[in-house]
Each structure stands twice: as C-alpha cells, then as structure tokens.
C-alpha cells in the first residue's frame, strides 16, 4: 500500500488531472439520487490520497480544482435544464451553463487544496489540514456573491441517520465529518494498523447499524394538528405559460382546492397563476371561494411600478391579500442581473431591476402569521438551499416551501433540491411543508423524516396534518459562526506550527 502512494507521489501531472477527476466524480455518486454515500466516502478519501504528498500550493490547487471539477459536472449537470425549455433560442447555452459552473465552483475546492498546502508541509499534517481547509472553501462558498452551497459534501448523508447531526454542526459541520472521514480512511490504509482497521470498518458499518437501531419513521401529526393541503399541478415548464394551456392548470389546482375535505389551509406551488397578482384580480376571489372562504397561500407574481416580485401570498375570504412576502435571495442570471443596478449608475437600464428587468429582491426573511395554524418562514424555491437564510426572525412554528422545479428537469435537480429542503428541517427543528409544481410536494417532519408526498410529474393534492416541531436546536441559535471560528483558529494554529518547525 505505501508503494501506492509512493506512486502516486510521483504522478505526473497529466496522470493527478485524471485522478482527481475521477476522485470528484466518485464523491459525486455520494448525492441523491445516485445515493450511495460509501462511493462519496471513498472519492474524498482519493483526493486526500492525492493531496497528501503533494509539494506546492499550486500543485495541490490543480488537483482540488479538477477534483472539483468531476464532482460539480455530476452534481450539477441538471444546470443545463432551463435552457433546454425552448431548445431554439436557449439550447445553445446548455454545455457553457455546465462547463462554467463546474470549473467555476470547483475554484473553491483548488482554493482549499491550496491551503491546506500551504498550512502544513506533505505527509500526515496535510491529512487534518484538508478536511478543514475544503470545508471552510465550502463555507465560503455558501456565501459569496450571494453564495451557492449546493451539492456540499455533507448532504451524503442527507438521507441517513447522520443528517440528524445537522441540528447540532448544521450541514457545513457534516462536511467536514465525511472529509474527515475519507481522510482517517486514507490514513488507515497508508499506515496499516489494527487500530486504522478497526477504525475503517467502523466507518463503514457504522451508519448502516444505525439505520438499523434507529430507523427513520415519520412524526405524523396527533390529533387536533392542523392539515394543510398541498397542490400539485404537474404544469411542464414549457407548458406553463402558454396561453392555450396556461388556464387548464389554473382550473385544475381550483378543482384540487375545491375537492372534498376541510383544509386548515390550502398552499398553491411558485408562481400557480398566470396573471400578476393585484388587490381584486377576479382569480383571486375565485381561489377563496374553492377553498370554501378558508386560508390559501399562493405563489405568484406581483408588481409594484416597473418593479417585479416573485412572491408568496396568503390570502383570507373574498381573495383578499391578508399578507405579502418577497422572495429576497434571488437566482442570479436567472432572476436578476448581478450588478444590474451600477449597470444603471452608468446609463445601462437594461439591466436594473428597478426599470423593470429582472426580479426586485425583498427585504428579507419574514414570519407570517397564521393564526390557529402558527407562525410560518416561507421559503421559495432556491430559498431553502441556503441554511443561514432560516435565522434572523422570531423561530417560527413550521417552514413553508414553494417552488417551481419544472425548471430542474427530472432527474438529479428536484431531488437534490428536495433534500436539501430536508436538511433545513433538521437544522431548525422544525416540520416543513414543500409544495412544488411538479413534485415532489411533502410534508418532512423535525428530524427531517419524509412523509405523505406526491412524486414527480404527478397531478394531484393531498391532505397532511402538520407534524409536531421540536425544541431549538444547537444549530438553530448559533449558526456557522462556531465552525468558521474554529476552523479558522485550526488552520491558523498549523500554519504557526509549520512557520516554527521552519518546513
């Protein structure tokens, strides 16, 4: 085994490129739906073998970024999605969306592999310097330019009894958990002990044993909960808009909101109508009188001037609009035009969201009051990819998510996006309600356990009591700053410890 990485030490560059992105390609099959988080386990365990005998920060830096590189092509190849909707004016775009999102994400992991160069010198140091140094790139990513922390190491675990660790490190802290993981994998196998054996068979049954002790069953809610209906439409992205097509799916979700039962609430997905909401749009009384004068939230698009919103809306008897929320963490490119506002300052209204292009953000995170029902966090869409979104308010008594996912395709995008919905159950501790257009629509509970749902590409409603939520996580009341603290005093202590060994 050490002549192996005595091999690997002398690769040459050519050879660590199609390693490394092998190594992120692996760590990729970790993410739903390929779930299999023992080859997620086992590609960050190579790209520690890769790293821990490189000399130089820049040649650490290449392997992390082709590494990242491999993971982000897998993880992400449902980015080229949306511009397959109208394949004649947007198709052409598709290879340069992944091509650019792949190389350009996976900078963060060369930036990590860089520090960990930097911080200690090759051999068993580097082992306990990457796991903290690619986690704090992948926290850096979750908040730069407006961050983007999808598909983080972590959620290999979103569908396993580990995810419970969220309500605790939260999902950058279960990052650096698998890291950690493959890197006493490597260090197993390279200094072979029974103590390093013993520690990789652990690593590997442990989590199987404890799906077995303690299996995943839904916290449905007791009696007296409230029960929230949740519509699906099924309108296709492409469909959704068209105007011979539009007013089916509008009188499909009335027909659903209409159909026998007694809701506490009814929840439309992102954007469920195909007008601009205004007090007194006709649709809007016609939504109240299907749901029988009780409460509906529904996803829509409203306008204030030339100004745009996409936005949840609850709505009380007669259709009229009792709150307002605004979406405030836009997609960029998709939504807005980053910079679009010094675009203006220099004469370029093209791009201002304030001339009317593009989305306006709103304030920010907001509870709405349900009264019977509690207070709700709405969530839309790319919302609930975001755990630091989920704090700044007054602690909610559930979460309520919104989205379109048509825009996802069907494979890869709408699950990723449901278990990362999932995650922010179990960071809060607290149930969540997730309507989506297309599917999947589900009701998860506190533990991030999901229950009654209606699966992709599916028509249809579904009546779900509301499950209980759960005292304030340790997550939930102190965020990412302990890990970014103790991460940042780890790695400065290393890099002290290399200055003062002079390596």
Known sequence: MADRFALLARATRRQIAVLAIGAGILAGFGQVPFSQPHLGLAGFALLCALLIDRAGWRAAAFAGWCAGIGYFALTLHWIVEPFLVDVARHGWMAPFALILSATGFALFWGLGAAIAALVTPPGAWRLIAFPLALSAAEMLRGYVLTGFPWALPGYVFSEGIIARGAALVGSYGLSLLVLAMGAVCVAALRWRTWAGVAVLAALVLLPRLGETLWPQVFAAGGPGAPVIRLIQPNAPQEEKWDPDRALMFFDRQLEYTAAPGMPDLTVWPETSIPWAAEPGHPALADISRAAGGRPVVIGAQRFDGLRAFNSALLLG????????????????????????????????????????????????????????????????????????????????????????????????????????????????????????????????????????????????????????ALAPTLYSRTGDLPLALLLIVLLGGLMLLRLRNGD
């Open 317 to 468: 008897e007669g259709g009229e609009i009792v709150t307002t929320y605004d979406k405030h963490h836009l997609v960029p490119f998709g939504e807005f035009i980053p910079l679009g506002q010094l675009a203006r300052a220099v004469g370029l209204r093209s791009f201002a969201a304030r001339d009317g292009f593009g989305f306006t953000a709103g304030p920010g995170p907001q509870v709405i009051d349900l009264g019977p029902l509690g207070k709700a966090l709405p969530l839309i869409c790319y919302e609930a990819v975001f755990p630091q979104d989920l704090r700044g308010t007054t602690r909610p008594d559930w979460l309520l998510q919104i989205t379109n996912d048509a825009w996802f395709g069907t494979f890869a995008g709408p699950q990723q996006h449901l278990a990362q919905a999932r995650m922010r159950a179990i960071e809060q501790g607290l149930p969540l309600v997730r309507v989506a257009n297309t599917g999947i629509s589900a009701v998860i509970d506190a533990h991030g356990v999901m229950g009654p749902s209606l699966a992709l590409g599916v028509a249809g409603h579904l009546d779900v009591a509301l499950p209980r």
